[in-house]
Nanobody, 126 residues
Framework: QVHLAESGGGSVQVGGSLRLSCTVSGYTGRPTCMGWFRQAPGKEREGVATIYTSGRSTYYADSAKGRFTISQDNAKNTVYLQMNSLKPEDTAMYYC???????????????????WGQGTQVTVTS
């Protein structure tokens, strides 16, 4: 059974940084695409960043460009989201997701992803 486990969330002040981790287990082979999403109360789930696991091609939402970096360590089956210069509007539950195909990496569409983690809360305080 495929399992995605996020960690690294927490509470941080405006301008601070956090690094989220997502470790995949139980997957035969490797997902084609991994993504980070977030959902704030009362809002739709938003694609934040994606990465092709076979290379380094990435996608970032406009809200993440220049501040967030997605990376991976395939030897550890882990994907990271480094978040810098955090703002109050970054407050949300952050989820990682795995796509068996490649469409999930085309603009970060949540409906393309096959497996999801339980999420980790990020709270940015002013």
């Amino acid at each position: 059974q495929v399992h995605l486990a996020e960690s690294g969330g927490g509470s941080v002040q405006v301008g601070g940084s956090l690094r989220l981790s997502c470790t995949v287990s139980g997957y035969t082979g490797r997902p084609t695409c991994m993504g980070w999403f977030r959902q704030a109360p009362g809002k739709e789930r938003e694609g934040v960043a994606t990465i092709y696991t076979s290379g380094r091609s990435t996608y970032y939402a406009d809200s993440a460009k220049g501040r967030f970096t997605i990376s991976q360590d395939n030897a550890k089956n882990t994907v990271y989201l480094q978040m810098n210069s955090l703002k109050p509007e970054d407050t949300a539950m952050y989820y990682c997701a795995a796509d068996r195909g490649y469409l999930g990496c085309k603009g970060g569409r949540a409906d393309e992803y096959d497996y999801w983690g339980q999420g980790t809360q990020v709270t940015v305080t002013s």
